[in-house]
């Protein structure tokens, strides 16, 4: 059984331009949460995805943004990046309040 | 605002020296507490749910408590293998049905042979 899948496992980008991250949730789940880990630090939650709407979001700006598909699988994008996005985005899935399963994450380089 | 204080951040033992985790937290309204483990490179793997105070659960090596202000997480006889960053996260009560987990910053710990 898949777990969660994240795609590309790593990726750099240059100043300004704008990036999308892809996810693919464990099977049989429905909602789907994006975090972002700066080195040494703990996740932080950016937003999560339930019935393709934005259900909750975490204090990121609006550069931001996110989109689930009918097939639960999701996508983050981030425009107007800056050398702070630079982290390890992890999409975590879950199912009616269930533990969160997470994937290995994209690790984003912005130079 | 949703707040989690890990402590020590990084802990460093023999194989087989016991020790303990702590994980402070405060929440408006506590739906769940999480322990995770996080391997260089490797997105969180899920350990331990705590819902209520008083609650323990255990799995292998490991146990951990809660109480209304901590949690800890209690490492029995380690082996090099257990050697992580040890994550806490909270989970609030919320309407509508969203549950973003509210981290801390980890505990890196290191088991030596």
């Known amino acids: 059984d898949a777990g969660v899948t994240q795609s590309p496992t790593h990726l750099i980008k240059t100043r300004g331009q704008q990036v999308t991250l892809r996810c693919s949730p464990k099977?049989?789940?429905?909602?789907v949460s994006w975090y972002q880990q700066a080195l040494g630090q703990g996740p932080q939650f950016i937003f999560q995805?339930?019935?393709?709407?934005?259900?909750q979001r975490g204090n990121f700006p609006d550069r931001f943004s996110g989109h689930q598909f009918p097939n639960y699988s999701s996508e983050l994008n981030v425009n107007a990046l800056l050398l702070g996005d630079s982290a390890l985005y992890l999409c975590?899935?879950?199912?009616?309040?269930?533990?969160?399963?997470f994937g290995s994450g994209t690790r984003l380089t912005v130079v | 605002e949703d707040q989690v204080t890990q402590s020590p951040e990084a802990l460093r033992l023999q194989e087989g020296e016991s020790s303990s985790l702590n994980c402070s937290y405060t929440?408006?309204?506590?739906?769940?507490l999480f322990w995770y483990r996080q391997d260089p490179g490797k997105g969180p793997e899920f350990l331990f749910t705590?819902?209520?105070a008083g609650e323990e659960k255990e799995k292998e090596r490991l146990k951990a408590t809660l109480t209304k202000k901590e949690s800890f997480l209690h490492i029995t006889a380690p082996k090099p293998e257990d050697s992580a960053t040890y994550l806490c996260?909270?989970?609030?009560?919320?309407?509508?049905?969203?549950?973003?987990?509210?981290f801390g910053k980890g505990t890196h710990l290191i088991i030596q042979p």
């Open positions: 975590a899935s879950s199912s009616q309040g269930r533990v969160d399963t």
């Open positions: 995805y339930y019935e393709e709407e934005e259900r």
């Open positions: 996260a909270v989970q609030a009560e919320s309407g509508g049905g969203a549950d973003g987990l509210t």
């Open positions: 705590l819902y209520s």
């Open positions: 099977s049989g789940h429905d909602t």
């Open positions: 929440v408006s309204g506590l739906r769940g």
